[in-house]
């Protein structure tokens, strides 16, 4: 059974830094690429970022990039998410999500479709 599960979402003043993980079981990790996406209130889920299983070249959305990094770690089967520089229009829910495909990150990532895992989600609230 795959299971994906998000942890370090919190409160935090806008400027502010967290950083988000995100553990996978029951899947051969390092054959999925890895993304994480985020769902506001009364919005559409939308992506935010995305890493191939070899971590090299991750894809950014316009909106987070500069101020996001994700990484992962194959040996311990976690993807994470550092943001810096938190605004309050970040607040929502950040979902991870795993994607069968050893090609690059690129467009194709932006698809929530093109995912085959969810996590459950984890809350970031930034204040002003």
């Known amino acids: 059974q795959v299971r994906l599960v998000e942890s370090g979402g919190g409160l935090v003043q806008a400027g502010g830094s967290l950083t988000l993980s995100c553990a996978a079981s029951?899947?051969?990790?390092?054959?999925?690429?890895m993304g994480w996406f985020r769902q506001a209130p009364g919005k559409e889920r939308e992506f935010v970022a995305a890493i191939r299983w070899s971590g090299v070249s991750p894809y950014y959305a316009d909106s987070v990039r500069g101020r996001f990094t994700i990484s992962r770690d194959n040996a311990k089967n976690t993807v994470n998410l550092q943001m810096n520089s938190l605004k309050p229009e970040d607040t929502a829910v950040y979902y991870c999500?795993?994607?069968?495909?050893?090609?690059?990150?690129?467009?194709?990532?932006?698809?929530?479709?093109?995912?085959?895992?969810w996590g459950q989600g984890t809350q970031v609230t930034v204040s002003s």
């Open positions: 999500a795993a994607a069968f495909s050893i090609r690059g990150v690129g467009t194709w990532s932006e698809r929530a479709s093109g995912y085959d895992y």
């Open positions: 029951g899947l051969t990790f390092s054959n999925y690429a």
